[in-house]
């Protein structure tokens, strides 16, 4: 009898398979450019530890949209502020939603947070909470004495310091959080001595939230290796015990929302203006003309200090401390510039390498707040070269206070303290190194002498 049938049956059937699968794909599918994927890991072997470096070199060679494989999952990442509007406006209703991430999953409860849930009604109602109850115009004026309140303690405080070194981000996370956390509860979160928080630990959470919210989890993107949690992510759950999930993830958002983002776009600012000492002079010599010695810079104060408000430009567009915004995710196949994006792609917008693009900004690699002097230049979301809160219906619903914390923040801390280096560092020693993360921070933390420089009665 001839058996030699039964050595060729599984060939026999796997050339089936693979007609059935041709027949079954769509026509004339177009996808964007990218490299060759391996079986498996798909191109995970390309992204490094700081992956929106990670991307921008693949986009020198592949261009302004292209797509990647994260294991099996397809990834298409935007790298040009075409890219960038055609993603986060012309198909905003296609890619509003996120990927299912282990982040989402394990910092957010479930996915119960604004930031990683999935596009619906749910998503909805929250975020019109957000607007109405805790971001409207008429609440955040209110409440701007809580936030007066919250920085003369924060400037007190630094002031007690002189002749030591600050690290300075200690001292802008805890001014952030405590301004929105008195404008939500009216109550002390921690104080010394009687703590309602202890403040490390809290800081400890957030922390931990960006890092985990911004990681690239192998078991994202390979299924089967999740359970053997291989860098050691799901281990590090956050452990806030508390019951009821939605509001705790609500509040949650508020509180790593307001104390990251903001402290961390001072710091970076901080760090870029110490390596150009003239753009710290002139940002003073601004704050006196304008303010004058006698008092401390207010809200309203900011329309009338460009050169401030353009440091605060430029420090979004070379440190959006989203590099990437959150991941974005198609709900449905759409065609983009020409290209086919499957239902269930992570879209990933290069806000790191859109600030960077030459065809957009002369000297881009230059910190130069020059550039946005006598223009009105836009933040909020309608310009695609410059976008640190993202745009269309993700755009971050907590810019109003962001812009106004971190510009006071910013004004106050020229206005009223002379930044001294440390240790005979020179200003081209501070260092512009990145840590990676949902918010991406310096990775040096600076300690600096802050020697006061108003009238000591209004510290
Ligand atoms: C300088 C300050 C801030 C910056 C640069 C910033 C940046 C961002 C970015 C880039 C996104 C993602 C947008 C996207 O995926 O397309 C985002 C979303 C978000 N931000 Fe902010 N943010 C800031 C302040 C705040 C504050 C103060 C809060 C709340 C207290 C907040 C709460 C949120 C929330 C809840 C989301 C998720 C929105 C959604 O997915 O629908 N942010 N932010």
Redesign the pocket.
Known sequence: MDISWILFAPLYAAAVALLSKLIRSKPNRKIPPGPKPWPIIGNLNLIGPIPHRSFHLLSQKYGEIMQLKFGKYPVVVASSPEMARQF?RVHDASFAS?PSLAAGKYTSYNYS???W?PHGPY?RQT?RI?SFE?FNNKKLKLYERVRVAERQYFLSNIRALAGKPVVLKDHLSRYSLST?WKMLSRDEYFSEGNSVLNMDELHEMVDEWFLLSGVFNIGDWIPWLSPFDLQGYLRMEVEVELTRDCVKALIQ??IV??MD??AT?VEWAIHEILRQPRIIEKAKAELDKVIGRERWVEEDDISQLPYLDAIVTET?RLH???TM??P?YAMQDCSVAGYDISKGTTVF?N?WSIGRDPGAWDSPYEFLPERFLGKETDVLGSNFAL?????????????N???K??RTMLANLLHGFDLKLVDGMMPEDVSLEEEYGLSTHPKHQLSLLMEPTLPLRLY
């Open positions: 986060l996120r947070d604004l930031v849930a998503w975020r957000y805790v929105t958002n508020l929302g307001s983002t903001s776009t979004f959006a401390v989203g915004l959150a974005h917008v806000v976008l640190p809160f993202g745009s269309g219906r993700r755009v971050c619903p907590g810019y206070l962001g812009l914390v971190v």
